[in-house]
């Protein structure tokens, strides 16, 4: 049995995307797959039970069948500094490795994901660094190429982790950069000993939101709600201030956007559901729309959101959470799936856990 430690330089990188893709892909090869994430810093409550976001998402995905508990046995449940300054590391790093153990149990890999980037967890002795020792552990690191400094990250990074660190994967990454990161392949990365594992593309599918997602980020309240079944997914937003004529030429450049706009802006809410490129109203300062807006909406089956908030802080709260969106739906585990098997080569990966 061999694991896998999943980690990344700075948060939102794409752990959770790339377990999601390399487990349902494994699992096609036959492999038995295992999920574990020692340590949960994004937490949310599930029912009773406070759990980790991504590693209650990606255990769903994944079904490995592990009891929640195991898969993510250290939850912050208040501020970190709180949770440190209480907290015993020696019992925090044998309650995972006993975790670890029982999800490691009858599997063939397990895929650890990092807690945020890898050096979080540093004072309670579970940041990566900790965790692979403790596991015994190879890493897999996911990097997305901000900027050209992303190489000195990756770098540092490997002063830090040592020779754990075997594999890169670069993600959202645009088509021009692609010759910069052969250029950093070549000259650095093969000489530090990091095998590059491939080149994730950018996806706007992948970094939108689910309306759903936008109605609970703006506390919002459903006017329309999606056809029964269906998975709206928003790529772009729009600002309804300006005049039909004017805002026409905007409407028809989007794909899957969202308008924001005044509850009291009929002649704008009208037009967008006229073009069929609007996919969700987001009606600002708690004003309701016309009858009629509702009717057309319905019948287009476009959501309409109420939301109390005036328009400017309605798009920042939503633009808050863009690029933080978790792979959930059938169309979103689709395509990051997809982009693994194109873009990545398996092959070396299997040669390694072999």
């Given at each position: 049995?061999?694991?896998?430690l ?5 948060e939102?990188s794409g752990?959770?995307?790339?377990i999601i ?6 699992r096609?090869k036959?492999y ?5 994430k ?7 409550r599930?029912?009773d ?6 590693a209650y ?8 069948g592990?009891?929640l ?6 939850t912050?449940?208040r ?15 044998k309650s995972v490795?006993?975790?670890?153990g ?6 063939d890999?397990?895929l650890v ?6 050096k979080?967890g540093k004072?309670l002795?579970l940041c990566?660094?900790?965790v692979?020792?403790m596991?015994d ?10 900027s050209d ?7 540092t990074?490997?002063d830090?982790?040592g020779?754990r ?7 959202q ?7 910069y990161v052969t250029a ?5 990365l093969?000489?530090e000993?990091i095998?590059?594992?491939?080149t ?6 992948l970094?939108g939101l689910?309306?759903?997602?936008i ?6 309240e459903?006017?329309i709600k999606?056809k029964?079944g ?12 300006m005049s039909p004529?004017?805002?026409l030429?905007y409407?028809?450049?989007v794909r899957?956007a ?5 509850g009291?802006r009929?002649?704008?809410?009208n037009?967008a559901l006229?073009?069929g490129t609007?996919n969700?109203?987001?009606l ?9 807006i509702?009717g057309?909406?319905?019948?287009k089956?476009?959501p309409v ?5 005036d328009?400017f802080?309605?798009?920042e709260?939503?633009?808050e959470?863009?690029?933080?969106a978790r792979i959930?739906?059938?169309?979103k585990?689709g395509k990051?799936k997809e982009l693994?098997?194109?873009f990545?080569?398996l092959d ?7």
């Open positions: 049995m061999k694991s896998l999943i980690s990344s330089i700075e939102y752990k959770s995307a790339l893709a390399l487990g349902l892909l494994l096609e036959g038995t797959v295992g999920y574990f020692p340590l949960g810093v994004g937490t949310t599930i029912g039970q406070l759990v980790d976001e991504d998402n990606t255990a769903m995905v994944l079904d490995t592990d009891a508990g195991d898969v993510c046995p250290v912050l449940n501020p970190y500094v709180e949770f440190a300054r209480s907290a015993n590391p020696v019992e925090l790093q490795v006993d975790s670890y029982r999800v490691a149990d009858g599997k890999i397990v994901e990092s807690g945020g980037e890898y979080f004072a002795g990566d660094s900790d692979s020792a596991l552990l190879d890493i897999l690191m996911i990097a997305k190429y901000t400094f992303v190489l000195d990250k990756i770098l990074a490997r830090i982790l020779e660190l075997r594999f890169i994967v670069f993600n990454l645009a088509g021009y950069k692609t010759a950093i392949n070549e000259r650095f093969q000489k000993g095998e590059l594992l491939g994730l593309p950018f996806s706007p599918l970094a689910s309306v759903r997602e109605a609970e980020a703006l506390n919002g459903w006017l999606c029964p269906e998975e709206v997914i928003i790529e772009e937003l729009l600002i309804g201030a004529p004017a805002a030429k409407f028809r450049r899957r969202a308008l924001i706009t005044g009291d009929a002649d704008l809410q037009l006229e073009t609007i969700c109203l987001l600002t300062g708690n004003l309701e729309p016309t009858g009629a509702l057309k909406a319905e019948e089956g476009v959101i109420l939301v109390a908030d328009t802080t309605t798009l709260k939503v633009d959470v863009f690029g933080k959930r739906g059938d169309a585990i990051v693994a098997e194109r990545l080569d070396k990966l299997m040669d390694y856990l072999g």
